[in-house]
């Protein structure tokens, strides 16, 4: 429990504090205003937003479409997506249940993954059953079922999305092993590395590589040509660029081809994808990266990505 003299020391620490318990008395748009004050230390411009920040906070509120709410529900994605683009590109479900008792651990594989269908909790990846606290995954399960994933940061989509359990083929990615050790990467085969697809209009613009997540998470951004853009770090604060340039990936077009599929009709969407085994696989649809509260460095960034946003011409304000 932090002191006084720490609250009185860091007012807007204290505010988020406040407004972490009693947040859900607010309407969307205050609680929004007020959690961008706490969280950027600046005032949320709605009326004119300019920067990439702004603009996803705008979408929360005014750009509300019932399909979106299909869209990041991790379950009905899946079928959504299917359609769109065809069902090879789909990791396989192994089961999808409303209550972690329901689970038969027995009839799963060795190697298995678990998540919440309704936000980015609970998620379990299991290398080896044998190894595998039952009990505690249970635990963590129930509680990512609980989690009010809207309320956080009033991403609406997830709103109304029905809380259950997924479980999917784990996905090993055993391909390029010479080139990694010869360009020094000792890359874990279960840090499976994501392409994330920054959208506008239905065209991918940016390519977000996160790579070594469990080791030492690094972010890179790409340009559409594959050309790496030196010194952008964008959306968390406790990571860092890789050393060396990332290899393109082989199926790098046919993730481009299916983001803009998938992104068409969307003022801003995050398309992502694994590249496993030389082959893509859908990963998820996002509205919203970092909650709308990432951080660019350099901070221009945060601009010139939010010009790339055209919203909704007529949307109520």
Not at 24 to 34: G, M, P, T
Not at 61 to 78: F, G, I, N, Q
Not at 259 to 270: E, G, I, M, T
Request: hydrophobic share 35%; net charge negative; with cysteine.
């Amino acid at each position: 429990m932090q002191s006084l003299k720490f609250y009185i020391d860091n007012p807007r620490v204290f505010g988020f504090s406040l407004l972490d318990k009693f947040g859900y008395l607010l309407s969307d748009k205050l609680y929004l205003q007020l959690l961008y004050y706490f969280r950027m230390g600046k005032k949320l411009h709605l009326k004119h937003p300019r920067t990439f920040n702004e603009k996803l906070q705008w979408l929360k509120l005014y750009d509300r479409r019932s399909e979106y709410t299909v869209m990041v529900d991790k379950v009905k994605a899946k079928e959504y997506v299917a359609l769109k683009i065809g069902e090879e590109y789909i990791i396989p479900t192994l089961g999808v249940w409303e209550d972690p008792d329901e689970i038969d651990f027995d009839a799963l594989p060795n190697q298995f993954v678990l998540k919440c269908n309704h936000s980015s909790g609970g998620l379990c990846i299991c290398t080896d059953k044998s190894q595998l606290d039952i009990s505690k995954v249970k635990e963590d399960l129930r509680k990512g079922l609980r989690d009010n994933y809207y309320l956080h940061g009033r991403e609406w989509p997830y709103k109304n999305v029905p809380r259950r359990i997924l479980a999917e083929k784990f996905m090993m990615d055993e391909s390029d092993e010479g080139d990694l050790i010869l360009r020094g990467e000792r890359r874990e085969k279960t840090d499976l590395r994501d392409y994330k697809f920054f959208c506008f209009d239905g065209e991918p613009r940016l390519c977000q590589v996160i790579s070594d997540r469990t080791a030492d998470e690094k972010i890179d951004f790409y340009d559409m040509n594959w050309h790496r853009i030196i010194g952008l770090i964008g959306l968390s604060e406790n990571v860092h660029n890789s050393d060396d340039d990332i290899l393109c990936p082989r199926s790098y077009n046919k993730m481009k081809q299916m983001a803009r599929v998938l992104s068409k009709d969307l003022p801003f969407s995050r398309i992502d994808f694994y590249e496993i085994n030389g082959n893509p696989y859908f990963g998820e649809i996002t509205f919203y990266p970092a909650c709308g509260f990432g951080e660019f460095r350099p901070n221009e960034w945060n601009t010139t990505i939010g010009e790339w946003v055209h919203l909704p011409i007529g949307a109520q304000q």
